[in-house]
């Protein structure tokens, strides 16, 4: 049994490499470095992983949040504008509440994203990231339908890192180390 989960995540990665259109990461990448606020949407797992990123860019000085439940979105939408990115995140394309924050935040001008496995056309959505899945990805009882999102996003962070100052943003992370510094244990 082990080996198959060693299996998944290969075949998960390569075919997200398959996947992944790298226009698309640059367009996600412009939008990142133009937008005054970034929200992360996501429910389960995918908003665990909603919450990791939005730490991650928030540590590189992009004010950036995390929604993950349904108060949330509701109550974020009085505050989306044109300024904004809205990336949502769904394996399955069908957690509804995020399909109907991505429409409204639409709909106020802010731009949107989805990554999802799913490549469903939606006129409202700007730019879809599809990545991998895997048979039942999203029940998570072999892998975390985590992976795949995570993967794509670590992509999308590379780009964000090496595009435009790139200084100004490792200093901005460096500072958001423990003591400002990077971290100097004696072994």
Not at 3 to 22: F, G, P, S
Not at 160 to 175: I, N, T
Request: charge should be negative; aromatic fraction near 8%; charged fraction near 25%.
């Amino acid at each position: 049994m082990p080996l198959n989960v060693l299996a998944d995540y290969e075949q998960i990665l390569d075919a997200n490499q398959e996947l992944l259109v790298e226009a698309h990461i640059h367009w996600l990448t412009e939008q990142l470095e133009q937008a005054k606020r970034v929200y992360f949407y996501g429910k389960g797992f995918s908003g665990l992983v909603a919450q990791e990123y939005s730490i991650r860019f928030l540590r590189l000085g992009l004010v950036s949040e995390a929604v993950t439940n349904d108060d949330m979105l509701h109550w974020v939408d009085g505050v989306i504008d044109a300024s904004c990115l809205v990336i949502g995140l769904s394996v399955s394309s069908e957690t509804q509440s995020v399909l109907d924050s991505l429409r409204k935040a639409s709909e106020k001008g802010a731009r949107t994203c989805l990554i999802t496995t799913q490549d469903k056309g939606i006129e409202y959505i700007d730019c879809t990231l599809r990545v991998a899945t895997t048979r039942h990805l999203n029940y998570g009882n072999r892998i975390s339908p985590q992976l795949p999102l995570s993967f794509a996003l670590d992509i999308v962070f590379a780009y964000f890192m090496d595009h435009g100052s790139k200084e100004q943003k490792q200093e901005s992370y460096e500072r958001s180390l423990i003591n400002g510094q990077p971290d100097k244990k004696k072994v």
